[in-house]
């Protein structure tokens, strides 16, 4: 039924409310299909990553106690039939939530039929290609052509309230061997964001 039980990983990080309501772990995947200008996820296109079997992740994502997931990148359907074996495992064990962002648009993952069964599984999408100059600030989400659909209702009402938080949040973190760059980051963050890098000679990654 699924072609492929492996996931190609950039990142992950449980227990944040950066990227989502509520407790969640995140997965930034590798590789895109897309070329945006001003992408700020340079790391999941071009950097290191790990293939993880999914049935370990969806171990350590229940284990973890996140209320939900969000699946980021890189272009999440690029890997739609793998993740949609994740969220099927884990919600074997128990409910959890799924937010989505991809740089397709909900027309075209809807035309495509190896995405379609990932898209039914996913609570929110975010869709569409990050146009640098379109880029408004708006909380948690990288330019205005982007859209935020509910498809269902899980996240309705929690969303409608973190959706329309008036400004960023992003957390820039520390560890022996890397920085990282986590959430939709300001003007203001980004910038210190890029004179860390300079200063760390390449060793920092965005996600
Ligand atoms: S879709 Fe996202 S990860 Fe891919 S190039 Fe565009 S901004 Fe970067």
Not at 74 to 98: C, K, M, N, T, Y
Request: hydrophobic residues 35%.
């Amino acid at each position: 039924m699924y072609e492929k039980a492996i996931l190609k990983i950039s990142h992950i990080e449980a227990h944040t409310d950066l990227l989502g309501p509520y407790d969640r772990f995140v997965i930034w995947v590798h590789g895109c299909c897309f070329d945006c200008e001003g992408c700020l996820a340079q790391n999941t296109r071009f950097g290191a990553y790990d293939e993880m079997p999914v049935s370990r992740l969806a171990l350590q994502i229940i284990a973890s106690g996140c209320e939900g997931i969000t699946v980021s990148g890189g272009e999440p359907f690029l890997q739609a039939q793998a993740l949609a074996r994740l969220v099927s495992e884990i919600r074997e064990h128990r409910d959890i939530g799924v937010i989505i962002y991809s740089g397709f648009t909900r027309e075209e993952l809807e035309a495509r039929p190896e995405c379609t069964g990932l898209l039914h599984q996913a609570d929110i999408l975010i869709d569409g290609r990050y146009i640098r100059e379109l880029d408004d600030g708006r909380a948690y989400i990288g330019s205005s052509n982007q859209r935020l659909h509910y498809l269902t209702d899980r996240y309705r009402e929690s969303g409608e309230r973190y959706y329309s938080a008036s400004r960023r949040r992003a957390e820039i973190k520390f560890s022996s061997d890397r920085v990282t760059l986590i959430g939709v980051p300001s003007a203001e963050v980004l910038k210190i964001w890029q004179d860390i890098k300079l200063k760390n000679g390449g060793i920092s990654d965005d996600f």
